[in-house]
């Protein structure tokens, strides 16, 4: 059975950074987990993105991050996501 991270938008951005000292706490989980993030994820990039606290655009990141560790968009019902996050 495939185990799933939804990752948040902090750890997306770290990713893309390469931060590794930032990542270490999560290390294993990114190792053992299919990675994924919500729409609300790309959304809060593009806001970032906007307001000059992120230096590229979220298609940039996010087509890097698929191509370098196979991240990809969740298809899981986003009001499923946040009950399961508030549990």
């Not at 000059?52 to 986003?78: C, K, M, N, Q, Y």
């Amino acid at each position: 059975m495939e185990t799933i991270a939804h990752l948040d938008s902090h750890l997306v951005a770290w990713l893309f950074a390469a931060e590794h000292k930032r990542l270490k706490p999560f290390a294993k989980t990114i190792d053992s987990h299919t990675l994924v993030y919500s729409p609300m994820v790309e959304f809060e990039l593009q806001y970032l993105y906007e307001i000059g606290r992120f230096t590229a655009p979220p298609a940039r990141v996010l087509a890097e991050l698929t191509a370098r560790i196979g991240l990809r968009r969740s298809t899981a019902d986003f009001a499923r996501v946040v009950e399961a996050s508030l549990a």
